[in-house]
């Protein structure tokens, strides 16, 4: 039982150093001869057309709403989760309720077609 | 065979007493390095291994012999294959973000080291033991989607675009039933610490206690690799390589091990919250059970990826917010009645 948190500070610096360290070894012994043509997207044989750095529509822009609002509901849970058993009748009704009204919202967001591709 | 069971722990204590004091900060800091770099060997090896079992379960599904030509069987192809990718050309793309370009496949190879250092591997055997772990490891893991994102935008390619904003539309659909089934197994333990629910596991493995959690975990489990069918990031018939488009050499490979390393991690993870971990009968050390259990989601894992076709996104977000949700929640549900009427009932049977 302990919270080894000084060994992750340990392994974070394993693990930025080691990509670089990895990343050196093509530096070494692979070539390197860019040229103009090297250097262009791939777009599969064809010249690219316009910019790539616009503004995207994503389709699902009201999915994500929705998931901030759960996102934010494991936060909640999952501390309830953890003392669940000790807090007894009460927590136990109230984390239910706290779910049936998350419940309907979510039911909202279905029916009015926030869960669809648009 | 207990002998042979606690070998890890006596050199692990060996090594101690080569400290004056064996609990000293040194000694517990070269711990640390040792079970790190462990680790790191443990996710090169599994990405040798897996690479040529998947192409080998590649060629069993589709009637095909698979890589069979270097060495016996075609099992040196996988080392060959790294040893060509170092001496590739690393090239960057003229219009590329250059930094972020260059770091993204980096945080994708860190992830899974950075996961696979807190599971159980035996008794007593976790590298880096934290009461936290669970939430450490669904913190950790859920940045692979920001990897990707980063490397599709700053290839300036429409392509990898496409790609990456593809992996955060599937993120934010398997997140949410991802942690919600785990969350059946928080109830039943009332810790975060996975050592402590491998332990927990010992009359009983959560599988049976949890089955709608486990079936809902697999699904989503896989879709957080980002295979078939849920391989949409990097569907090559549609998005060429997705975000993997314009890397080559070894930063490619990095992408690689770190999509390896994050199978490893997630068939790990199902291992110790589902599988009973390293507990099993006592004709082979806890470590090979687990790597024995780990091996059966992989091929599991394998198996779907080469049977199934690939779903549409929209379908994919489909099936995770109206089918896969509703089923954790319920699971949740159905977990607190059971745990209620169990601590109802055994005080009054004297259990």
Request: glycine share 8%; hydrophobic share 55%; proline share 6%.
């Amino acid at each position: 039982m302990s919270d080894n948190f000084a060994a992750v500070g340990v392994l974070l610096i394993f693990a930025i150093a080691l990509p670089l360290i990895m990343m050196a070894v093509p530096k070494l012994i692979a070539p390197n001869k860019p040229n103009k043509e090297k250097l262009t997207p791939y777009e599969c044989g064809n010249e690219t057309i316009g910019r790539t750095w616009i503004g995207f529509k994503s389709n699902y822009f009201l999915y994500a709403l929705v998931f901030t609002a759960f996102d934010v509901e494991t936060v909640f849970l999952y501390p309830w989760a953890l003392t669940f058993r000790k807090l007894g009748t009460f927590a136990f009704v109230e984390m239910f309720v706290f779910i049936a009204i998350l419940l309907v919202g979510f039911w909202y967001a279905w029916k009015e077609g926030a869960l669809e591709w648009m | 065979m207990n002998a042979l069971n606690q070998l890890p722990l006596n050199i692990a204590a060996a090594i101690r007493s080569l400290f004056g004091d064996p609990h000293s900060i040194w000694a517990d800091l070269t711990m640390d390095i040792i079970s790190i770099i462990l680790v790191i060997v443990l996710i090169v090896l599994a990405a040798l291994i897996l690479i040529l079992l998947e192409r080998k379960v590649a060629g069993w599904t589709s009637q095909r012999p698979g890589p069979n030509r270097l060495g016996p069987h075609g099992w040196f192809q996988t080392i060959a294959d790294a040893l060509k990718l170092m001496g590739k050309e690393d090239v960057t793309p003229a219009g590329a973000d250059r930094l972020m370009f260059k770091i993204a496949p980096m945080i994708m190879f860190a992830l899974p080291m950075m996961t696979l250092a807190v599971i159980p591997y035996g008794h007593g055997m976790a590298p880096i033991r934290l009461n936290l772990g669970i939430v450490y490891y669904l913190a950790i893991s859920a940045v692979s989607t920001l990897a990707l994102l980063m490397a599709g935008w700053s290839s300036n390619n429409k392509y990898s675009l496409l790609g990456g904003m593809r992996a955060v539309a599937q993120m934010i659909s398997y997140e949410i039933p991802l942690v919600f089934s785990l969350l059946g197994v928080v109830m039943i333990t009332q810790t975060f610490n996975l050592s402590q629910i491998v332990a927990d596991q010992h009359t009983i493995p959560f599988i049976v206690l949890q089955p709608l959690a486990f079936v809902v975990y697999l699904i989503a489990g896989v879709a957080e690799v980002n295979r078939a069918p849920f391989d949409l990031v990097e569907a090559d018939q549609e998005v060429v390589a997705g975000p993997f488009t314009e890397y080559t050499g070894l930063r490619w490979g990095l992408f690689f091990l770190g999509e390896y390393g994050n199978m490893t991690a997630v068939a790990a993870l199902t291992t110790t919250m589902f599988l009973g971990g390293w507990q099993g009968p006592a004709i082979l050390p806890g470590y090979v059970w687990f790597f024995l259990k780990v091996g059966i989601i992989i091929f599991f894992q394998m198996w779907v990826r080469w049977t199934f076709p690939r779903i549409r996104i929209d379908h994919l977000m489909g099936l995770a917010w109206k089918v896969l949700l509703p089923l954790s929640i319920l699971n949740i549900f159905l977990t607190g009645v059971g745990i209620y009427i169990y601590q109802l009932i055994v005080p009054r049977i004297g259990g």
